[in-house]
C-alpha cells in the first residue's frame, strides 16, 4: 500500500462496493416472494428470520389450462352415394291424359334395369279384360308345364253294354272329320274307333257323359253378360265339350250351346255310330260319373304350349277357363272360380318373383269387371315374357304384334304407324274398359315394358287413344319421363 497508494485505495473501495451490494442483494433475497423455479438450497439467516416473522401464507400458484375447443358435431354420410340420375325430357302425358281413355291407370318400366319410367295409378287393383289371359297362359305353364295335354277317355266294362265319355277340361275336342279353329285338335272319330277295337262285337246301351272334373254349378260367372254366349264369343266352363261348344267348328266367333255336355254326348255317339259300334245310336245318354276305371280309349291335346299359342292371337275365352281350371285342379284345389285368386297369386309370386297381394281373379278369360290387378303387375310380368325367361318365351311368340298380327293386326294405323312391328301386346275389351299390355321396342332401341288400362264409360275409340299413347313411349325410348 505504500508502495501504490493509489491502486490500494481503489482495490480498497472497489472491494468495499462488493460487499455492500452482496449484501444488498442477500437482503432483497430475504425479503422477496419464492420463486417456483428458485433452486432449494438453505435460505440465509436472515431470510428466515424474515420468513418467520411474516404473518402472510406462502402464495399458491394456480395454473389455468387452455380453453377447450368442443368438437364439431358429426355428419351422417350415407352408406351408399346414389348415383346420378338421368334428366329425361320426354314426356307422353298429353296423350296419357286423352279423356277418350276415361280413368286412366298405367305403367312403364325399363325392360333392362326394371326401373319404373311413367306410372299412373299403376298400384290400384282394376280390371284388365283380356289383358288377363297372359297371366292365365303364366299360371298354366308354370303348373302344368309346357308338354302337358290335357286328356279325354272313354271307360267301362267290355260285355256291360255301359261306357263313359270322361272330359278332362280339353276344350279343343273336336266332332268334326273338316277343319277346327284348333289347328291339331284330337278326334271324337279316333276315339270312337279305339272303343270299337275293345268291344269288337260288343253292344252299347249306355253312354253316361262324365263332366266332373270340377263342378257344373260352377260354369257360368253372374258378371259375365250371356250376350257373350249367345253371340259367340265364350261357352259355359264345363270340363266336357266339343269344339269349344261352337255351333260353326271352323268359325272363331260361333254362337254355343245352354248343354255343352250334351251336344258333346250327341257327337260322340253319333261318332261311335260311324265306328260301327252295335247299339250306339238307341243307346241311352246320361249325365253323371263314370263306374268303371277300366280305360277303353283315350285322345289327348295339344301341348299347353301350343294351346297359348292358340288363344293369345285369338283372345279364346274358353280355351283360357279351361287352362285355369285344369291348372287349379292340377295345383291340388278343386278347379272352381273360388279357387283362382289364391293359386294366381301362388304361383305368379313363386315362380315369377311378382307382389301378387292385391289381385284378385273371377275368370281366366278376363271377362269378368270383378277381376282387379295392378299395372305394376301385368308390366312387371311382361318384362320376363319380353325377356322370355321361365319359359314365357311361348308366351311372347303368341302375342299380338302391332300392325302385323292377330288382334292388332288392323291397328297402329295414320301417324301411330311408325310403331308398326315394333309392339308385342296383349288386348283386352270388356264394356267397362280398354286394355293393352306388352313390350315395345323403342325407337332408341330400348325395350319397354307397359300395361295400360282404359277404365269406365269407353268407346271403340279408345283403342286409338292406347295405340296413340303406346306409340309416344315408343318415339321417347329411354328419355320418357315420367312427369
Known amino acids: 500500500m505504500a508502495r501504490h497508494p493509489r491502486a490500494t ?44 416473522a411474516s404473518d402472510d401464507p406462502a402464495p399458491v400458484v394456480t395454473v389455468t389450462p387452455p380453453p377447450t375447443t368442443a368438437a364439431p358435431p358429426t355428419r351422417s354420410v350415407p352408406s351408399e352415394v346414389p348415383a346420378a340420375t338421368p334428366l329425361r325430357t320426354c314426356s307422353v302425358a298429353a296423350a296419357a291424359s286423352d279423356p277418350r281413355l276415361a280413368q286412366f291407370e298405367g305403367s312403364v318400366v325399363d325392360a333392362a334395369t326394371g326401373e319404373v319410367l311413367f ?16 297371366l292365365t297362359s303364366a299360371v298354366a305353364l308354370s303348373v302344368l308345364g309346357p308338354d302337358h295335354r ?20 280339353d276344350a279343343t275336342l273336336s266332332a268334326t272329320g273338316g277343319s277346327s279353329v284348333y289347328a291339331g285338335a284330337p278326334k271324337l272319330s279316333d276315339l270312337a274307333a279305339q272303343v270299337k277295337s275293345r268291344l269288337g262285337d260288343g253292344r252299347v246301351s249306355t253312354i253316361t257323359l262324365d263332366a266332373g272334373y270340377w263342378s257344373q254349378a260352377d260354369k ?25 261348344d261352337r255351333a260353326d267348328p271352323a268359325a272363331q266367333t260361333s254362337p254355343r250351346s245352354t ?120 308390366a312387371r310380368l311382361m318384362i320376363r315374357v319380353a325377356d322370355r325367361s321361365d319359359g314365357l318365351g311361348v308366351v311372347f311368340d303368341a302375342l299380338p304384334i302391332s300392325g302385323r298380327t292377330g288382334t292388332l293386326a288392323s291397328r297402329f294405323t295414320g301417324s301411330n304407324a311408325v310403331a308398326r312391328g315394333a309392339v308385342h301386346a296383349k288386348t283386352g275389351w270388356i264394356d267397362t274398359a280398354y286394355t293393352l299390355a306388352g313390350s315395345v321396342d323403342a325407337a332408341d332401341g330400348t325395350r319397354l315394358a307397359f ?9 271403340d275409340d279408345a283403342r286409338v287413344a292406347l295405340d296413340t299413347l303406346t306409340t309416344a313411349v315408343y318415339r321417347c325410348g329411354s328419355d320418357l319421363s315420367g312427369a
Open 451 to 459: 300395361a295400360f288400362y282404359a277404365i269406365g264409360d269407353v268407346r
Open 220 to 244: 257360368w260367372d253372374p258378371s259375365w253378360k250371356r250376350t257373350e254366349q249367345t253371340i259367340g264369343y265364350h261357352s259355359e266352363v264345363t270340363a266336357l265339350m266339343v269344339d269349344g
Open 119 to 134: 306410372e299412373r295409378d299403376g298400384s290400384t287393383p282394376a280390371r284388365t279384360g283380356s289383358v288377363l289371359k297372359t
Open 9 to 52: 485505495r481503489v482495490t480498497a473501495a472497489a472491494t468495499a462496493f462488493a460487499l455492500l451490494a452482496g449484501g444488498a442483494v442477500a437482503a432483497g433475497a430475504a425479503t422477496a416472494p419464492h420463486d417456483v423455479t428458485a433452486a432449494s438450497s438453505a435460505p440465509s439467516a436472515s431470510s428466515a428470520a424474515t420468513d418467520a
Open 259 to 378: 248343354d255343352p255336355v250334351a251336344r258333346a254326348g250327341e257327337a260322340f255317339r253319333a261318332a261311335l255310330v260311324a265306328a260301327g259300334v252295335v247299339g250306339a245310336d238307341t243307346a241311352t245318354l246320361s249325365q253323371g260319373a263314370s263306374s268303371s276305371a277300366t280305360v277303353l280309349g283315350e285322345v289327348r291335346s295339344q301341348p299347353v304350349s301350343t294351346l297359348v299359342s292358340q288363344l293369345l292371337p285369338t283372345s279364346d275365352n274358353t280355351l283360357a277357363e279351361m287352362l285355369a281350371r285344369v291348372s287349379s285342379r292340377e295345383s291340388g284345389a278343386d278347379g272352381s272360380s273360388a279357387s283362382l285368386t289364391q293359386l294366381y297369386r301362388t304361383v305368379l309370386a313363386n315362380a315369377y318373383g311378382l307382389d301378387t297381394s292385391a289381385i284378385t281373379i273371377i275368370d281366366g278369360s278376363g271377362l269378368s269387371e270383378n277381376d282387379a290387378v295392378p299395372a305394376t303387375v301385368v
Open 150 to 169: 290335357l286328356t279325354t277317355r272313354v271307360t267301362g266294362d267290355p260285355g256291360s253294354g255301359s261306357i263313359a265319355l270322361v272330359g278332362g277340361g
